[in-house]
């Protein structure tokens, strides 16, 4: 979900089906959100002073459809993206159990899965795009075989990006740093598993990935490819 930092932009409605065939209870939290350069997601803090989500709190009978508005309140002007976790968790709704006159002195057990969903959210100010350079290719030292090569990427725009879309091209230079493009190599991003998820604004990813076959010793370029 994106949202602007001002205007009617600012507010958007999400639709809930409760497809079961119980009643289901949901509570909705906000929390900042941030990405290790690892591509994994870090939960910041509480940021429920910086949102209105009415109603933060539904009770669906089976079959129910629910409107949910996500209103942004914090600052008016951004410089740059803000991103966000919004997380959807079922709470337990407490039910009789009924016990059976020959089972009086059996344990019962009132077992039942809670699901928990996750979503983004980001708050973009108008005109905010990526901007991903490389900013540092190195060759891992170790015993491994094939050798490990370090890359490592920036966005320096103001909005986030997927990488998912993405590929990887190796392009070999010559003794003059000419890059010698007849003789690059391209990178299936399905096997770079940290490439597949975004890459927030201001956020590094660092890449570890085997040297691809084929490249041929001495410098190289990395370049990002969409």
Partial sequence: MTLRDSGSESSRFMQLVNKATEPAAIQFTIYEH??????????????????????????????DEVSVQVVWVGESILDIEQAFTLLSRQIPI????TVQPDSADKLILDI???????????IT????????????????SGTSSPEIIEIIFENQGTA?????????????????????????????VAKIPAMRSHLLAGGKRRLLIPRPE??????????LSQ
Avoid: C, W
Avoid at 34 to 59: E, L, M, N, T, W
Avoid at 125 to 140: E, F, M, R
Avoid at 160 to 188: C, R, T, W, Y
């Fill in 34 to 63: 941030s990405k290790d350069p690892d591509g994994k997601a870090i939960r910041g803090r509480d940021a429920s002073d910086q949102f209105i989500i009415y109603p933060h709190q539904v009770i669906m009978m089976p079959g």
């Fill in 125 to 140: 100010p108008l005109g905010a795009k990526a901007d991903i350079i490389t900013t540092s290719v190195n060759q891992v």
């Fill in 94 to 97: 407490p039910r009789e159990v």
């Fill in 160 to 188: 986030h990006i997927s990488m998912s879309n993405m590929s990887l091209v190796f392009v070999p230079l010559d003794s003059a740093g000419v890059q010698l493009k007849e003789q690059s190599i391209a990178i299936d």
């Fill in 214 to 223: 084929g490249l041929q010793t001495g410098q190289f370029d990395v370049i």
């Fill in 112 to 122: 039942r899965f809670l699901m928990n969903y996750e979503g983004r959210v980001y």
